[in-house]
């Protein structure tokens, strides 16, 4: 089965500027996540959603920060504008359904910002 | 909302020795535990996990114990091995009402010493 996918791998931005990442998803996984590491930390849950639809985004910097999942499947994640406190590891995943279902997380994208 | 702490931040044991992570959950009504395994630059991956209504759970090197009275929960890994070294995440989660919004502790790096 393959894994989920993520795209770019590396980004490097100054403040002010616009980046977007891109997940697909594992075949049949409802549930998709995104995820802010920063060095040292655990992950952070930034949105979650279930199939197209939002389901938790109370983490979620709306003010630069916008996330879409069309047709259920495919996910980007938006920063604009970036800040330098916006440097970590994006990093996207997915399970079969809420509920009591590992997580598999994608291999992430490393983003900094100078 | 729920807040996951992690002890020790770091931890080194000989090759062989045991190591016990353990982590503390502030809601109540948290039900599902997964600990999460990262390699240095590598993805999250679950390694085990621990529903409320056991009290111990194990998969051959490792396990877990959950006191839900106390609100605490370990990570056991016994005859640790030198591809045990990583950073160990433990998680709450409440699958009744949060949708399986997963909350991380702040993680612990473990070496093994050969």
């Known amino acids: 089965e393959a894994g989920v996918a993520q795209s770019p791998r590396y980004k490097i931005i100054e403040k002010r500027q616009s980046v977007a990442f891109w997940c697909n998803p594992i075949?049949?996984?409802?549930?998709l996540y995104w995820y802010q590491q920063i060095l040292g930390q655990g992950p952070k849950l930034l949105i979650q959603?279930?199939?197209?639809?939002?389901?938790?985004d109370s983490q979620l910097p709306k003010d630069r920060f916008s996330a879409e999942r069309l047709k259920g499947v495919d996910s980007t994640l938006k920063i604009q504008p970036a800040k330098l406190e916006d440097s970590a590891v994006y990093l996207c995943?997915?399970?079969?359904?809420?509920?009591?279902?590992?997580?598999?997380f994608g291999p992430g994208t490393r983003l900094t910002v100078t | 909302g729920e807040n996951v702490e992690q002890h020790p931040s770091t931890l080194s044991v000989q090759e062989g020795d045991s190591a016990v992570i353990k982590c503390t959950y502030s809601?109540?009504?948290?039900?599902?535990f997964p600990w999460y395994k990262q390699e240095l630059g590598k993805r999250p991956q679950l390694i085990i996990d621990?529903?409320?209504?056991?009290g111990e759970k194990k998969d051959q090197r490792i396990a877990v114990t959950l006191n839900k009275t106390a609100k605490h929960f370990s990570l056991h890994i016994t005859e640790t091995q030198p591809e045990d070294s990583a950073v160990y995440f433990c998680?709450?989660?409440?699958?009744?009402?949060?949708?399986?919004?997963?909350?991380f502790g702040p993680g612990t790096s473990l070496s093994v010493i050969p």
């Open positions: 621990i529903r409320s209504n056991v």
């Open positions: 998680a709450a989660s409440n699958e009744k009402t949060s949708y399986d919004k997963v909350i």
């Open positions: 075949s049949g996984h409802a549930t």
């Open positions: 995943a997915s399970s079969f359904r809420r509920g009591y279902y590992e997580q598999y």
């Open positions: 959603f279930q199939n197209n639809g939002v389901v938790d």
């Open positions: 809601d109540s009504a948290s039900n599902y």
